[in-house]
């Protein structure tokens, strides 16, 4: 199926530990995003990808990091983790100049730190 | 998402209408979307508008733009149980970088 994939699906880890998170996408999109989603549902834009640029946002802890080892991914991966890194984070992507068609969101990783 | 603005929740009875509201801040937006959350998963794309028009409908949803008042709008026509969900409006000047409201909690009663 085409989709956005991440893995795992729940991570429960405890503090200071370092985890990935791994997303996929077969869709041929050249941009793919990291979201975070907070106990409010609030949702917030972490990284921002593609081939030529990575757009951080300024507000995320340099304990974050995106790897892509090529288009079709984007794995965040997140050392020294904290109690408040727990939280729903969601890949996402989209193709640059597809106009009203989006962003293809991944079904999420559930992060809980204890 | 402090750029889009939405109330949190929202609750009707099964067969009535649906209409969730939504006010974003930048006037160069060029698509609006409107993507729909359900418990446990991913955001899912439901519809969007493009800037130049006033109204676009499928099926159930017809969606609403007042570009002067910068106000979107997504009206469900018969809810359903199966619409209740976290409805999400977003903007976008150019795809590559979207806003988030903060999502409207629907809760549909039979």
């Known amino acids: 199926d085409t989709a956005v994939s991440q893995t795992p699906k729940y991570l429960v880890t405890q503090m200071g530990n370092d985890k990935s998170i791994k997303c996929e996408q077969n869709l041929g999109h050249d941009t793919m995003y990291w979201y975070k989603q907070d106990s409010k549902k609030f949702l917030k834009i972490m990284f921002s990808y593609n081939n030529k640029e990575l757009i951080i946002n300024e507000t995320v802890p340099n304990r974050f990091s995106p790897k892509s080892p090529d288009k079709a991914h984007l794995n965040l991966h997140i050392n020294s983790l904290e109690l408040g890194d727990s939280a729903v984070y969601f890949c996402a992507s989209s193709q640059g100049a597809s106009g009203g068609r989006g962003y293809t969101f991944g079904s999420g990783t559930r992060l809980t730190v204890v | 998402g402090e750029d889009v603005e939405q109330s949190l929740f929202l609750s009707v009875r099964e067969g009535d209408s649906s209409v969730i509201n939504c006010t974003y801040t930048?006037?160069?937006?060029?698509?609006l979307y409107w993507y729909k959350q359900e418990p446990g998963a991913g955001l899912q794309l439901l519809t969007y508008?493009?800037?130049?028009?006033d109204m676009k409908q499928d099926q159930r949803l017809t969606v609403l733009l007042n570009k002067k008042d910068k106000h979107l709008s997504l009206r469900i026509a018969d809810t359903q149980t199966g619409d209740s969900a976290i409805y999400f409006c977003a903007e976008s000047i150019d795809n590559n970088d979207m806003r988030f409201g903060a999502g409207t909690r629907l809760t549909v009663k039979p």
């Open positions: 508008i493009f800037s130049n028009m």
């Open positions: 930048d006037s160069s937006s060029t698509y």
